[in-house]
């Protein structure tokens, strides 16, 4: 794809022609905020839906200021990234969302970590000038997952992760206008779906429309207790994904640090599930491997894709390296 110029805040820069003035603006070091939109490349993730309208921007000869996530670049576009309608526009966004959206910051989960409220205090809100009906949803409560659709700003995110990268075809947007939400078929609970329960339309979420349930507290009483005896059994991945929690470069292997932490927290007994963990990788590697051959020598009536609890993005994996393979019946 050929490069083209273009003008930022009076600024020349080179970009790929396709790409998003968003993107092609932080190439430069430019920041323009965003909330509904969300590129994870490595996984093929992209929501781009424009739903917020947070990163709009001015384009030198359009009469409206455009989404700068879902507007490509073309050569000699001019942007002004900060201008005062701009910043008017983009707060006005805020204030209105924040009209339809709970006050309850101290006691959300995501408190500190939330993109809408990071938002809100970069654009220095102090008041809501917009005062008008506030929409209610009933809370769901799953064993690993919360549903506080209160709090949701329809970014779609959720869905579009559900669908299109876990394939599990659980989330979509119900209702309409003010009614608006992303809830499953019929509004049933989460556990009377599809669901997997894999967690990443939590990871996805911008704010505390999502969260997963909280059983810390217990866990602290149950340590406490002198007549219990608790003990810890930990995952393979979490002996390296928890290192990145402490600073640690991804991939970083922080076993021992992780068993230390845990008995001076108090667990009586911590166990690895190291074992039991490489026999099952061997069993489902085995076992795929011998479905794959099958399935490739011409038995069409091998089933296809293995399923393990280990991970439901094999559905990704597959599309990206197999993509011939998820050409299968349904029944498979
Ligand atoms: S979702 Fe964000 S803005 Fe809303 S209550 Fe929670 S922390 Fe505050
Ligand atoms: S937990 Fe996974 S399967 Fe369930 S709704 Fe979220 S993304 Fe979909
Ligand atoms: S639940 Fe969260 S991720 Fe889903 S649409 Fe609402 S705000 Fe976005
Ligand atoms: S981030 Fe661009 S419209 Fe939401």
Known sequence: MKNVIVIIDGKEIEALAGTTILEAAKTAG??????????????????????????????????????????????????????????????????????????????????????????????????????????????????????????????????????NIQKCQVLSAVNRGFKSVVSTAFESDLDKTNCTFCGQCVAVC?????????????????????????????????????????GYEPGTDVTGKLVTALKKLGFDDVFDTDYAADLTIMEEAAEFKQRLEKHLSGDKSVKLPILTSCCPAWVNFIEHHYPDMLDIPSSA
């Not at 989404?67 to 209105?96: F, Q």
């Not at 866990?219 to 930990?234: E, G, M, S």
């Open 30 to 163: 430019i920041k323009i905020p965003s909330l509904c939109y969300m590129n994870i490349p490595e996984i093929g993730f992209k929501n781009d839906c424009a739903s917020c309208r947070i990163c709009v921007v001015e384009v030198v000869g359009r009469k409206n200021l455009v989404p700068a996530c879902a507007t490509p670049v073309s050569p000699g576009m001019i942007i002004n990234t900060n201008t005062m309608e701009v910043l008017e526009k983009r707060r006005n966004v805020l204030e209105l969302m924040l009209s339809n959206h709970p006050t309850d910051c101290l006691i959300c989960a995501k408190n500190g970590k939330c993109d809408l409220q990071t938002l809100a205090m970069e654009f220095g809100i102090r008041d809501i000038r917009f005062k008008g009906k506030i929409f209610e949803y009933r809370r769901e409560v799953s064993p690993s997952i919360v549903r506080d659709l209160d709090k949701c700003i329809m970014c779609r995110r959720c869905e579009n992760m559900c669908n």
């Open 206 to 246: 911008p704010v505390g429309a999502l969260y997963e349930k909280d059983y810390t507290w217990g866990l602290i009483k149950d340590i406490a207790n002198p007549r219990k005896r608790v003990t810890v059994q930990v995952a393979p991945a979490v002996r390296v994904a928890i290192g990145e929690e402490f």
